[in-house]
């Protein structure tokens, strides 16, 4: 069942939370809703069920408004895997599930089909302690409980708020496959998700919410990149590919680039510069890199960062263009470091005329740290360039 979700404004008091938020979720889909605390995620996920009416706007489940349903008609259609896990009475965990059924229920008759409710707890892993009370189980078990719940509901829309905080590893996978399993299954899905990159891997789309509109919303290559992080959170990030999912991977950086706005190349190659390139981008400063090969580790390392970068096709050897683009970022950084002297100077040499600082041998692989804070105190002191020194080093 598809959901839409169009023009939803919501205010709390005189505070606008949501202005005018549109999109819409596909049958059989999992859509990740992410965007900084407060944004109005919760609030959002409310207002699709009803739980607050929208100031103005319309949400449909299907061909329904949710808002003109009556609260049992909407719970058939949109189940809900709450936020806060708070539940202070005495019931059973199978009571709590249980509770799922009550709009399949007619007022004084059985549940038309009572065997769902087993099997919700087993596709979440609660069954074992079933008899238990709900305020004897752990924060995360509890959250396994309310997903419980929601299965048991038998609705085609379900919504997560937060459906992997608290959980362990183990648990927040396992969880996370049960949704996509249940989306391949039909079920269409909107879940809040902090963990960007558990976002990434599991969901079809991405909806950045932020400042109450939606910033963004597509597939997770397309939507997580490093402008629409820094817009959406305000945050300096890298973003690269999970080596193992393939999946987009987010890299808070520290937020120190403001105190240091200078440029410093770096010239690499066979994976040399990586290690480098990071920890200067993670000290803040704006880093270019290359030559290096298109691909290769180094490569990699830059693209994450969104770095400008010159690049060479494998066994090409660098040609006249990459040479002078290489040129250019080299004339324009303040300062240039010689990842590995393994590469060689050759023909850098004159490349680097006037701009060097030679990190020196295996310093920039095996201690980049070492190597990067020598950078900076270098670039701090305003020294770092010995004019045609390039074979100085400063280890
Ligand atoms: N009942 C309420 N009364 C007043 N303000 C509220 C209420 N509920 C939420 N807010 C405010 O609305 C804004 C959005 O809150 P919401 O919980 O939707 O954000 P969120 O994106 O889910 O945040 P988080 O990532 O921290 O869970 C926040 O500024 C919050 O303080």
């Given at each position: 069942?598809?959901?839409d979700?169009?023009?939803?404004?919501?205010?709390?008091?005189?505070l606008?939370?949501l202005?005018?938020?549109s999109?819409?979720?596909?049958?059989?889909?999992?859509?990740?809703?992410?965007?900084?605390?407060?944004?109005?995620k919760t609030t959002?996920?409310?207002t699709?069920?009803?739980?607050?009416s929208?100031?103005?706007?319309?949400?449909?489940a299907g061909d329904?408004a949710?808002?003109?349903?009556s609260s049992?008609?909407?719970?058939r259609?949109i189940?809900v895997?709450?936020?806060e896990?708070?539940?202070?009475f005495d019931?059973?965990?199978?009571d709590?599930?249980?509770?799922?059924?009550?709009?399949?229920?007619a007022?004084?008759?059985?549940?038309?089909?009572?065997?769902?409710?087993?099997?919700?707890m087993?596709?979440?892993?609660?069954?074992?302690?079933?008899?238990?009370?709900?305020?004897a189980?752990s924060?995360?078990?509890?959250?396994?409980?309310?997903?419980?719940r929601?299965?048991?509901?038998?609705?085609?829309?379900?919504l997560?708020?937060e459906?992997?905080a608290?959980?362990?590893?183990n648990?927040?996978?396992r969880?996370l496959?049960?949704?996509?399993?249940?989306?391949?299954e039909?079920r269409t899905?909107?879940?809040?998700?902090?963990?960007?990159?558990?976002?990434?891997?599991?969901?079809?789309?991405?909806?950045?919410?932020?400042?109450?509109?939606?910033?963004?919303?597509g597939?997770?290559?397309?939507?997580?990149?490093t402008?629409t992080?820094?817009?959406?959170?305000?945050?300096?990030?890298?973003v690269?590919?999970?080596?193992?999912?393939?999946s987009?991977a987010?890299?808070?950086l520290?937020?120190?680039a403001?105190?240091?706005?200078?440029?410093?190349?770096?010239?690499g190659?066979g994976?040399?510069a990586?290690?480098?390139?990071?920890?200067?981008?993670?000290?803040?400063?704006?880093?270019?890199v290359?030559p290096?090969?298109?691909?290769?580790?180094?490569?990699?390392?830059?693209?994450?960062?969104a770095?400008?970068?010159?690049?060479?096709?494998?066994?090409?050897?660098?040609?006249?263009?990459?040479?002078?683009?290489?040129?250019?970022?080299?004339?324009?950084?303040?300062?240039?470091?010689v990842?590995?002297?393994?590469?060689?100077?050759?023909r850098n040499?004159?490349?680097l005329?006037g701009?060097?600082l030679v990190a020196?041998?295996?310093?920039?692989?095996d201690?980049?740290?070492?190597?990067a804070e020598r950078?900076?105190?270098?670039v701090?002191?305003?020294?770092?360039?010995?004019?045609g020194?390039?074979?100085?080093?400063?280890d």
């Amino acid at each position: 069942m598809r959901l839409d979700i169009q023009n939803v404004e919501q205010s709390f008091g005189s505070l606008r939370v949501l202005d005018g938020v549109s999109a819409t979720i596909g049958e059989g889909s999992l859509v990740g809703l992410v965007g900084p605390n407060g944004a109005g995620k919760t609030t959002l996920l409310r207002t699709i069920t009803g739980g607050l009416s929208p100031a103005a706007g319309t949400v449909s489940a299907g061909d329904a408004a949710v808002h003109d349903l009556s609260s049992r008609a909407a719970s058939r259609r949109i189940a809900v895997v709450p936020q806060e896990t708070t539940i202070s009475f005495d019931f059973t965990v199978r009571d709590v599930v249980e509770m799922g059924r009550h709009p399949h229920q007619a007022r004084f008759g059985a549940d038309p089909d009572p065997d769902i409710v087993t099997e919700a707890m087993e596709r979440t892993e609660v069954a074992q302690f079933a008899e238990r009370s709900i305020t004897a189980v752990s924060g995360g078990e509890r959250k396994r409980v309310l997903l419980a719940r929601a299965l048991a509901q038998d609705a085609p829309i379900l919504l997560l708020d937060e459906p992997t905080a608290g959980l362990d590893v183990n648990h927040q996978i396992r969880t996370l496959d049960l949704v996509r399993d249940l989306v391949s299954e039909g079920r269409t899905a909107l879940a809040a998700i902090h963990d960007l990159d558990l976002a990434a891997r599991y969901c079809d789309e991405l909806l950045v919410l932020s400042d109450g509109g939606v910033l963004a919303y597509g597939p997770p290559d397309e939507v997580l990149t490093t402008d629409t992080l820094r817009a959406a959170f305000d945050a300096r990030t890298a973003v690269s590919e999970n080596p193992v999912t393939g999946s987009p991977a987010v890299t808070p950086l520290s937020e120190r680039a403001d105190e240091r706005p200078e440029t410093v190349h770096v010239l690499g190659g066979g994976g040399t510069a990586a290690p480098l390139v990071r920890r200067l981008a993670d000290a803040g400063f704006r880093v270019t890199v290359g030559p290096v090969v298109e691909g290769d580790a180094d490569h990699r390392a830059a693209r994450a960062l969104a770095a400008d970068c010159v690049t060479v096709e494998p066994f090409a050897g660098v040609a006249g263009d990459a040479y002078d683009a290489a040129g250019r970022l080299v004339a324009d950084a303040d300062a240039t470091v010689v990842a590995s002297d393994a590469l060689g100077l050759g023909r850098n040499r004159e490349l680097l005329a006037g701009h060097v600082l030679v990190a020196g041998d295996r310093t920039a692989l095996d201690a980049p740290h070492v190597a990067a804070e020598r950078v900076a105190a270098a670039v701090r002191e305003g020294e770092p360039c010995r004019p045609g020194a390039a074979s100085a080093r400063t280890d």
